[in-house]
């Protein structure tokens, strides 16, 4: 009952919105729907790393039968590194923020 | 036992017919070297990665150099300027009695337009699929007669900035692909640039 009870006061708006928007969405002609909030775009950058990971290990790769694993390898330690990156980064803005505002 | 004697494999193709063939589809300079994986793989990223961008961002997310927001020829004008006087301008349509036209602005300062649209440069390399998907940018940008509106939307922030990065660098790992796979053909071996 409190599963249903979520689900139809917390899901199901933002599922119905998001139907609708795929609904009325021409491919191609207008942008992809579903919001693009800032919790959103940070997953588009996965692909993006799984992809450089392919073809940079399938360059640099003598056998193909490795690459799958290499690209899998080098994905994981491009997030990790961008994450590091990103903590760095908020860490040094924090620190500006408390010293300087 | 027989093995592939590579170095005559490719010894038949020359670098620049394979570098052709890179970008006119993405991965075939591997397959010509007779490196079917290497060349799929490459391959179906590249054309996955830049379908994505578009999906992502619209084909709009393409600006094609020497045209306008509104899917016509830019062009150079001369504007009288009561102010400073003579100065150039781009413009879309050149209706205005004080503007005198110099031509397309891609043959009076192509530098110049293509330096205004950089991600042209990265996204062209993708080959024929992103020419022709410029020319369908071109077309979606172009009003509809009814509403007066252009029929395809252009998106903005970040779906703009993702659908631009996937596109690009679609094209940058084409030619990626298309220097190493002419290199391998220089070398006289499939696995010459990885050596």
Not at chain 2, 8 to 21: F, I, M, N
Not at chain 2, 38 to 55: A, K, P, Q, Y
Not at chain 2, 128 to 140: K, Q, T
Request: charged fraction near 15%; hydrophobic fraction near 50%.
């Amino acid at each position: 009952m409190i599963a249903a009870g979520v689900c139809v006061n917390f899901f199901m708006p933002h599922l119905a919105s998001l139907v609708t928007g795929v609904l009325a969405w021409t491919p191609f002609l207008q942008p992809m729907p579903g919001g693009w909030r800032d919790s959103v775009w940070p997953w588009f950058m996965l692909p993006l790393c799984l992809a450089v990971s392919v073809v940079y290990k399938s360059i640099k790769c003598e056998s193909m039968r490795h690459v799958p694993r290499q690209a899998v390898e080098i994905t994981v330690w491009i997030i990790l590194g961008m994450g590091g990156a990103a903590a760095l980064l908020a860490i040094l803005v924090r620190s500006v923020e408390y010293f300087h505002g | 036992m027989p093995t592939t004697d590579y170095s005559a494999l490719v010894s038949r193709r020359s670098p620049t017919t394979v570098a052709a063939a890179g970008w006119l589809v993405p991965g075939a300079g591997y397959l010509l070297l007779g490196d079917r994986a290497r060349g799929l793989t490459v391959g179906i990223t590249v054309v996955v990665l830049f379908v994505g961008g578009l999906l992502i961002g619209g084909v709009r997310v393409l600006e094609v150099p020497g045209y306008g927001p509104h899917g016509r020829p830019l062009e150079t004008v001369v504007v009288r300027d009561r102010q400073s006087g003579l100065r150039e301008d781009v413009v879309e349509e050149t209706s205005d009695e004080n503007q005198r036209d110099l031509g397309w602005v891609m043959r009076v300062h192509p530098i110049d337009e293509i330096r205004n649209k950089p991600w042209s440069i990265a996204q062209v390399m993708a080959g024929p699929l992103a020419v022709a998907a410029g020319a369908g940018a071109v077309m979606a940008s172009e009003r509809d007669v009814a509403t007066g509106l252009p029929v395809g939307a252009r998106s903005h922030a970040r779906v703009n900035e993702i659908g631009v990065l996937y596109t690009a660098i679609a094209g940058m790992l084409n030619l990626l692909a298309i220097i190493d796979a002419s290199h391998r053909a220089a070398q006289g071996s499939p696995q010459g640039a990885a050596q």
